[in-house]
């Protein structure tokens, strides 16, 4: 079992960057694949990017327009979304998720398919 709490959200400017980040805790994060989600009020959480426990593969949302990078440090039992060229739709409470897998499964964008998940992080792009 792994424990998740995300860090880094606050508010900035359309244009800007943020380095949200997901602690967990608990025995062999090494052993998870990590994801981000986000959510908006009245909307069903959203598929952000995936990576594999190694870091060596990533998956992201087509709509994100290679503007964030996923990232871990299984040393430190960190997950990383580095957010770039930020705007107002990227507004939402972010979420990291972890599922025990040896790969990443073609699934990944499936909020089902995670057994782990953080409180969320509040990420505000103001116009």
């Known amino acids: 079992q792994v424990q998740l709490l995300e860090s880094g959200g606050e508010q900035v400017q359309t244009g800007g960057s943020l380095r949200l980040s997901c602690a967990a805790s608990?025995?062999?994060?090494?052993?998870?694949?990590m994801a981000w989600f986000r959510q908006t009020p009245g909307e069903e959480r959203e598929f952000v990017a995936t990576?594999?426990?190694?870091?060596?593969?990533?998956h992201y949302a087509d709509s994100l327009e290679n503007r964030f990078t996923v990232s871990r440090d299984n040393a430190k039992n960190m997950a990383y979304l580095q957010m770039d060229s930020l705007k107002p739709e990227d507004t939402a409470v972010y979420y990291c998720?972890?599922?025990?897998?040896?790969?990443?499964?073609?699934?990944?964008?499936?909020?089902?398919?995670?057994?782990?998940w953080g409180q969320g992080t509040q990420v505000t792009v103001s116009s």
């Open positions: 998720a972890a599922r025990w897998s040896a790969s990443i499964p073609g699934n990944y964008a499936d909020v089902d398919l995670y057994d782990f």
């Open positions: 608990g025995r062999a994060f090494g052993d998870y694949t």
């Open positions: 990576i594999s426990r190694g870091g060596l593969s990533t």
